[in-house]
T-cell receptor, first 114, second 111 residues
């Protein structure tokens, strides 16, 4: 049963610290998405990749957030420096372009910045 | 106006009831539509795609109304286990398969 995996599942850190979240997409999927979910804003798209190339990161605060895909099995989302307003659940999702456009979500990283 | 809008609810219904949610979208050229289910503190999970001809899966029926720009989800004979938040998602006309999600409708099925 193929699934998207994410690490860590929970992260508590202090303001100003660097946070790195990792995602392993489903094997064979060629699109990867990073979302942030909060009670106030719902599910927001931060960035997405197609065949490892970044296609759209307009939803991401550029000054502190960065997203990369060093290889087909790993996507990373970094926040440096972190701020309390970054506290949220960060989801990674993957999909197959050209299929029926479904996206499958990982379990998320619950981030708390103190 | 938001790209995708949903009534946040909650919808409180008795077990066995039929309940329906709508989701409106602003881009008339949107191409693909989906319903996701999200349980508390879990990730969204794909419930069903919404096709132009409608889609039925057991007790769940999804429909698309392009003229009025909304999709709907109907749940028949609701179960306690159907309690969750239901998110609609819409794919626009841009490249890739980027989805825009609604904020979700909360359903609570009660005894």
């Amino acid at each position: 049963d193929a699934r998207v995996t994410q690490t860590p599942r929970h992260k508590v850190t202090e303001m100003g610290q660097e946070v790195t979240m990792r995602c392993q997409p489903i094997l064979g999927h060629n699109t990867v998405f990073w979302y942030r979910q909060t009670m106030m804003q719902g599910l927001e798209l931060l960035a997405y990749f197609r065949n490892r190339a970044p296609l759209d990161d307009s939803g991401m605060p550029k000054d502190r957030f960065s997203a990369e895909m060093p290889d087909a099995t790993l996507a990373t989302l970094k926040i440096q420096p972190s701020e309390p307003r970054d506290s949220a659940v960060y989801f990674c999702a993957s999909g197959r372009l050209g299929g029926n456009n479904e996206q499958f979500f990982g379990p998320g990283t619950r981030l708390t910045v103190l | 106006r938001k790209e995708v809008e949903q009534d946040p609810g909650p919808f409180n219904v008795p077990e066995g009831a039929t309940v329906a949610f709508n989701c409106t979208y602003s881009n008339s050229a949107s191409q693909s539509f989906f319903w996701y289910r999200q349980d508390c503190r879990k990730e969204p999970k794909l419930l069903m795609s919404v096709y132009s001809s409608g889609n039925e899966d057991g007790r769940f029926t999804a429909q698309l109304n392009r003229a009025s720009q909304y999709i709907s989800l109907l749940i028949r004979d609701s179960k306690l286990s159907d309690s969750a938040t239901y998110l609609c998602a819409v794919r626009g006309t841009g490249g890739g398969n980027k989805l825009t999600f609604g904020t979700g409708t909360q359903l609570k099925v009660e005894l």
